[in-house]
């Protein structure tokens, strides 16, 4: 089973428009982190924001935001006053388990985001 | 932020041969280290963990044999595709871990195209 679900496979936004990127998870554990990375073209994968399982707020980091809602397991990057550097590929991953553990992430499948002059 | 510098960015080698990807923490010390494999427009999947000193850890249905990973000293670790073959072209990147912290740092990837 998908533990890691990206349901967009490509999305549009015109310049300096807000964005939002969808991510559903799956899982038993109650100790879980969720990322969001940014991919583009160059192949380097780039951190944006993480949000544990414990946090009481949503992260914020910059343009970024993440709508964590814990109870339908989605975490859903926003991303405010779109440039057209965001375009990129964006994944949603989740860690597993407690830090002592390990960093082991699961990827979703991806979105492809273009941003539109 | 902390640096992973993965090299070569990309190779281009003959059927059979092997090759070694490098994977360096510059400003950390890396207990540590992932290797994940893309196919082009795809997820990245996980193919071993890499513990200083010790033996990897593979994924299900990752060759062992075939990907080789070494991970010497707390800033490095390698992988070796060895007697590469066409379908063993793809996106290989690499990614450390801090001592603390949540983030994952990644490298820049590397291209390998087996012809």
């Known amino acids: 089973a998908q533990k890691i679900t990206q349901t967009q496979p490509g999305m549009f936004v015109q310049e300096k428009e807000a964005v939002t990127l969808d991510c559903t998870y799956d899982t038993s554990d109650p100790s879980y982190g969720l990322f969001w990375y940014k991919q583009p073209s160059s192949g380097e994968m780039i951190f944006l924001i993480y949000?544990?399982?414990?946090?009481?707020q949503n992260a914020t980091e910059g343009r970024y935001s993440l709508n964590f809602q814990k109870a339908r397991k989605s975490a859903n990057l926003v991303i405010s006053a779109s440039q057209l550097g965001d375009s990129a590929m964006y994944f949603c991953?989740?860690?597993?388990?407690?830090?002592?553990?390990?960093?082991?992430?699961?990827f979703g499948a991806g979105t492809i985001l273009r941003v539109k002059s | 932020g902390a640096v992973v510098s993965q090299h070569p960015s990309r190779v281009i080698c003959k059927s059979g041969t092997s090759v070694k990807i490098e994977c360096r923490s510059l400003?950390?010390?890396?207990?540590?280290m992932f290797w994940y494999r893309q196919f082009p427009k795809k997820s990245l999947m996980l193919m071993a963990t890499s513990n200083e000193g010790s033996k990897a850890t593979y994924e299900q249905g990752v060759e062992k044999d075939k990907f080789l990973i070494n991970h010497a000293s707390l800033t490095l670790s390698t992988l070796t595709v060895t007697s590469a073959h066409p379908e063993d072209s793809s996106f290989y990147i690499c990614?450390?871990?801090?001592?603390?912290?949540?983030?994952?740092?990644f490298g820049s990837g590397t291209q390998l195209s087996v012809l």
């Open positions: 949000q544990g399982s414990y946090d009481q």
């Open positions: 990614s450390a871990t801090l001592q603390v912290g949540e983030k994952l740092f």
């Open positions: 991953a989740m860690r597993e388990g407690e830090m002592e553990y390990g960093n082991k992430l699961v």
């Open positions: 400003d950390f010390q890396a207990t540590t």
